[in-house]
């Protein structure tokens, strides 16, 4: 399967992503390319600060975006297109791009199209029916508006209800891809049922739908996590055939689950926080989580614990500790052995339980504007 490497035990494909993830290794794979110095400047400009995610390079590779500046710099219209597989509640890893995407719909004043994948999680699932996956489309929408995304330059797509606004591009796409590069590029079997052949047409589509709408080409950037690569190649391939731009990308990793290794995932609700976790909830799997730490306290007062293995550095990296000299201080502090696993744990907990109360009072508020939101 192109994209799954067994080598290392790095599978990395749309619909699994486990063992340890080597990004560089994926950027040769999948053929893309680094972030650099200076694309990273010229977001800054436009944005008007350093986004925490590019600073530590969390959006570590890209296609295109160079070109897509070019087009805001030129004065040109420049688009956005992410989306979710709602299949189950939001956790703390979808946040991630999600507030990235935020971040460049306001420094570009990008209209946003985010695609809920409401058909591709019912036909992959076997134990998820169309009622599970629409009202898991409803609920994640609730998560990704609390994130504040402008409701002027919002577009949410729920497949199953929207179809109708995609259908007949999604068709043109489908006539222009052969069965055999769907099954190259995704790796199916035999065994996979019909609608999943058929279903990257349909996440190829939002990559368009801006051009279609506006009647000129707009320059689309999709920021997401690269385990969705194999459908931006697809989509690449035919979009100057169809007389559109191909869309560029942002890549960003995975945040880390709180077990040891892996991308959080909601499979194991124990190692993931979602947003509507109770606040206590959260803060207990915080202090089950797996750390850089010794085995006694002893020991890690002498020997130090290691920030490079442990979980919970990872959310204060990831997420939860914008100034970077008070990261480097907590780095120093933990190899020297100045800090304990189950402090920093603690004042970790206590800073994801604020996190989380202010984000389910903006989530309850998302209800009233929701509507709003949904394509229409
Ligand atoms: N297939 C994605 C998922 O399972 C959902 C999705 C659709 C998406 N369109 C997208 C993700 C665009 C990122 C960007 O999560």
Redo the contacts with the bound molecule.
């Keep these: 399967m192109t994209g799954e490497e067994e080598t290392e035990d790095m599978v990395v494909t ?2 699994k992503v486990s063992g340890i993830v080597d990004y560089n290794k994926l950027i040769e794979r999948f053929g893309t390319k680094p972030m650099t110095r200076d694309l990273i400047g010229r977001l800054e400009k436009h944005a008007g600060y350093l986004h925490l995610q590019l600073r530590r390079g969390i959006f570590f590779s890209h296609r295109d975006l160079d070109w897509w500046l070019d087009n805001y710099e030129n004065g040109q219209t420049v688009g956005l ?5 709602p ?1 189950g509640p939001v956790h703390l890893g979808h946040l991630l ?1 999600w507030f990235f995407t935020k971040y460049l719909q306001e420094a570009f004043e990008a209209d946003l199209y985010f ?3 409401d058909d ?2 019912f036909l992959i699932h076997p134990e998820l029916n169309l009622d599970d996956t629409v009202g898991y489309t409803y609920d994640n929408a609730l998560g990704l508006i609390a994130c504040g995304l402008n409701p002027k330059k919002t577009k949410i797509i729920s497949d199953v209800n929207n179809i109708s606004h995609i259908y007949r591009l999604a068709l043109k796409v489908a006539k222009h891809v052969t069965y055999s590069t769907v099954r190259a590029v995704f790796g199916l079997q035999d065994s996979h049922n019909i609608g999943i052949i058929w279903f990257p047409a349909i ?1 190829a589509t ?1 990559s368009f739908i801006q051009s279609v709408r506006e009647g000129k080409n707009v320059a689309v950037l ?4 690269i385990d ?1 690569d194999p ?1 931006w190649r697809m989509t690449r391939d035919i979009a100057e055939r169809l007389g559109f731009y191909k869309p560029a990308q942002m890549h960003a990793k995975f945040l880390p689950g709180l077990g040891r290794g892996g991308k959080m995932s909601a499979s194991m609700p124990e190692t993931a926080i979602f947003t509507i976790d109770p606040p206590e909830a959260a803060a207990k799997k915080i202090m089950n989580a797996y750390t850089g730490g010794r085995p006694t306290v002893k020991e890690q007062r002498e020997l130090g614990g290691d920030p490079s293995i442990c979980t919970i550095y990872a959310y204060y990296y990831y997420l939860f500790e914008e100034d970077d000299s008070s990261l480097l201080e907590l780095e120093r502090e933990c190899r020297s052995g100045g800090i304990i696993c189950g402090d920093c744990k603690a004042r970790l907990a206590e800073v994801i339980k604020a996190f989380l109360k202010d984000f389910q009072e903006k989530r309850e508020k998302a209800k009233d504007v929701i509507e709003q939101f949904m394509l229409k």
Excluded: V
């Design positions: 749309p619909w297109y992410t989306g979710r597989g299949s791009p695609q809920m994948t591709e999680k996440q939002p999709i920021p997401a996590a969705q459908y």
